[in-house]
């Protein structure tokens, strides 16, 4: 990044998507010392005018500087250098426009040992029938959406036709076979329902 190019950005001057192609062309470490000082604008708008302690300027500079060719002039050090203030610039209307844009289509990198959200356990559940003169078997319930040719069977040497469903245990499942066209009850359901069309659904506990 030029001088110019982040006192520009400093200023609000470059519209949003100039903005975004400015900060992807940038290294990490480099994009992320931008956007901390694009955010204090937002404070400097509201109240008084923040200043970065000696600490942090300290530390992002080494970060900075570590990540960067050596052919590249570090940014925080020219954010820092006696003849400029960028800090007197980021009061400008247009940059706080410019942060919420920037920090949601670059948001901080989550800490490396954050917890994460355990995925829900899936179990396949066997469905099965004894239909040996059956040409097409399907089955029906509300774990698909009561579509019977999104689940076919297949039909085994023993005329029995089996599936595997994957569902989520902890919850109670209703469905139906079809075969050959004509929705059939199972007969090996323990439980039962009425399907509110003078039928029974089988009902399956996990």
């Known amino acids: 990044m030029t001088e110019r190019e982040l006192q520009d950005l400093l200023d609000g001057r470059p519209g949003p998507l100039a903005a975004e192609r400015l900060l992807s062309s940038l290294p990490p470490e480099e994009r992320q010392a931008a956007l901390r000082l694009v955010a204090l604008s937002r404070l400097a708008g509201a109240g008084p005018r923040p200043t970065p302690s000696d600490d942090f300027v300290r530390r992002t500079l080494v970060r900075v500087r570590a990540s960067r060719p050596p052919r590249r002039r570090p940014l925080l050090a020219w954010l820092t250098a006696p003849r400029l203030s960028p800090l007197g610039a980021l009061a400008g209307a247009g940059a706080a426009a410019f942060l919420a844009l920037a920090v949601a289509r670059f948001p901080a990198p989550p800490p490396p040992d954050a917890a994460r959200a355990p995925e829900a356990r899936v179990v396949r559940a066997r469905l099965a029938l004894a239909a ?20 076919p069977l297949r039909r085994g040497a023993d005329g029995v036709w ?5 569902l989520r245990p902890g919850r109670r499942y209703e469905y139906m076979f079809v075969v050959d066209g004509s929705w059939t009850t199972d007969p090996g359901a323990r439980a039962l329902a009425d399907d509110g069309f003078g039928g029974k659904n089988a009902i399956l506990d996990l």
């Open 132 to 151: 040996p003169d059956a040409r097409v078997v399907r089955v029906a319930g509300d774990f698909n959406g009561w579509k019977p040719e999104v689940t």
């Open 162 to 166: 089996t599936v595997e469903v994957p």
